[in-house]
């Protein structure tokens, strides 16, 4: 795959030095700064369109429990059983993950001198604590969620070479490296989020249950 990706980075680098070359200096600002902020403008709606759904308890509301029609009670346990697992355990964790993983790939391209494992470390903990934020309070882990994807973007800019768009396209050769972890993050993220939901669990049995506060919509 790192084979994939660093050929994909080379072409792309070539293209980009034939087009450069071959249009006027005044030109040749125009498309830098059009591919960095294309670039921007991307990470900003990735950022606008998904951070209510990662912040939320319920990440996806499937409620596969009303699929369970057994009336058996043994049989009836090990169906919600199941299907329990399968939703907590298998879907929302790739739902988080794969949240994770195009947060990551963004930064990868948009950081100039972290290194991927600092890169990795960032996201992973990022992703974490809007976690566990969401399940005391959604408001507030919205807000965490798009307030410090948009801080990182903010620092970026300020890195003396944030503007330099063979930069970015050589660090498309990075890329693989998130998938290369793929297997850690994955299990601290299914980890994380059966802690999570068992405690809530136990919460929920001893009358501990959060109760979300609600929006002005709601009030209204």
Not at 62 to 76: E, G, W
């Amino acid at each position: 795959m790192a084979e994939v990706f660093q050929g994909i980075s080379e072409i792309l680098t070539s293209a980009y030095s034939a087009l450069i070359s071959a249009v006027p200096a005044t030109a040749q600002s125009f498309i830098k700064f059009f591919v960095i902020s294309l670039l921007i403008v991307l990470y900003c709606l990735f950022i606008w369109k998904f951070y209510k759904t990662i912040a939320k308890k319920n990440l996806i509301e499937l409620n596969l429990s009303k699929y369970n029609k057994s009336k058996h009670p043994v049989t009836n346990q090990l169906i919600a059983g199941g299907l329990f697992l399968l939703e907590y355990l298998l879907i929302v964790p790739f739902a988080v993950f794969l949240w994770f993983s195009v947060l990551t790939i963004f930064l990868i391209l948009l950081s100039e001198s972290a290194s991927l494992n600092m890169i990795l470390i960032l996201s992973a903990t990022t992703i974490a604590a809007i976690r566990m934020i969401s399940y005391h309070n959604e408001e507030l882990s919205a807000e965490v969620a798009k307030l410090i994807p948009l801080t990182l973007l903010a620092t970026s800019l300020f890195e003396p070479n944030f503007f330099s768009v063979e930069r970015i396209l050589g660090h498309i050769q990075a890329i693989p490296g998130v998938f290369g972890n793929v297997l850690i993050y994955l299990m601290f993220i299914v980890i994380l989020e059966l802690i999570l939901r068992l405690l809530d669990f136990l919460l929920t049995i001893f009358g501990f249950e959060n109760e979300m506060p609600k929006s002005k919509k709601d009030e209204d």
